[in-house]
C-alpha cells in the first residue's frame, strides 16, 4: 500500500510553543524511527520504537523532546517550548523488524519545522 | 562506535561523464552499508545496500558500489552522469552487536551535472 506518511508538511510556529508531529508508518512495519534534518546537514537519530519494547532515546536532544508510538502504528514526535535551533526537517521512517544486520528504512516526506 | 564519513561535500561533474562520490566507515562490527539519495523536495530514497553478501553492490539508475574492508571504504560509482542524477547522496551504516538498528548518516554529498 501506501508509503511512510507525515504530517504536517509544513509547520511554522513561534519560539516557546508546543508542536505535534505525526508518522504513519507503512502497515505492517513494526520499527519506527525519527531523524532530524537540520540545514546542509546529514540525519541525526532522535528516537527508535520497535513493537512493544521500550523505544530507544538515545538520540533525543533534550528533555523538551518525546515522542510515542500508540497502539504500534502511529507515532507522534512533541517537542516542547520550541527554541530557533529546532528549525529542521523531521524525518519518520519504518522498517520491518532489523534481522541480520540488515535494515531497509523507508523514509517519509518529512515535516519541515521553522521556529520564528 | 561507527561512523561515517563522506570526503566531498560537494562533487561537480560533466553529463556524460563518470561520477565518484567517496565514503569511509569506522565500524567495531559487520556492517551493513547503504547509499540514499535525496533529491530537492523530495524523500529519501535507497539507491542499494551492501550486507555481507557479494562486496560489488549494484543498484538503482546505474550506480554501484565496492565494499572495500581493507580500506574501510564504500565508494559510490556510476559509469555515465545524467542530469537527473543531480542530487544530495548520503552513506549510511548500520551496525549490530549493540545498537537497535538505527542508521548512521554522513553528511551528504551534493552532486551537481554540468549540461
Known amino acids: 500500500g501506501a508509503g511512510v506518511s507525515q504530517s504536517p508538511s509544513n509547520k511554522v510556529t513561534e519560539k516557546g510553543k508546543d508542536v505535534e508531529l505525526r508518522c504513519d508508518p507503512i502497515?505492517?512495519?513494526?520499527?519506527l524511527y525519527w531523524y532530524r534534518q537540520r540545514l546542509g546537514q546529514g540525519l541525526e537519530f532522535l528516537i527508535y520504537?520497535?513493537?512493544?519494547?521500550?523505544?530507544?532515546k538515545s538520540g533525543l536532544p533534550s528533555d523538551r523532546f518525546s515522542a510515542e508510538r500508540t497502539g504500534g502504528s502511529v507515532s507522534t514526535l512533541t517537542i516542547q517550548r520550541t527554541q530557533q535551533e529546532d528549525s529542521a526537517v523531521y524525518l519518520c521512517a519504518s522498517s520491518l523488524p532489523p534481522l541480520a544486520g540488515y535494515n531497509e528504512q523507508f523514509f517519509g516526506p518529512g515535516t519541515r519545522l521553522t521556529v520564528l | 562506535a561507527q561512523s561515517v564519513t563522506q570526503l566531498d561535500s560537494h562533487v561537480s561533474v560533466s553529463e556524460g561523464t563518470p561520477v565518484l562520490l567517496r565514503c569511509n566507515y569506522s565500524?567495531?562490527?559487520?556492517?551493513?552499508l547503504f547509499w540514499y539519495v535525496q533529491h530537492p523536495n523530495k524523500g529519501l530514497q535507497l539507491l542499494l545496500k551492501y550486507t555481507s553478501a557479494a562486496t560489488l553492490v549494484k543498484g538503482i539508475n546505474g550506480f554501484e558500489a565496492e565494499f572495500k574492508k581493507s580500506e574501510t571504504s564504500f565508494h559510490l560509482t556510476k559509469p555515465s552522469a545524467h542530469m537527473s542524477d543531480a542530487a544530495e547522496y548520503f552513506c549510511v551504516v548500520s551496525e549490530w552487536g549493540g545498537s537497535q538498528g538505527n542508521l548512521i548518516f554522513g553528511k551528504g554529498t551534493k552532486l551537481s551535472v554540468k549540461p
Open positions: 520504537f520497535q513493537g512493544n519494547s521500550a523505544p530507544d
Open positions: 565500524s567495531s562490527y559487520s556492517p551493513s
Open positions: 502497515s505492517g512495519h513494526t520499527a
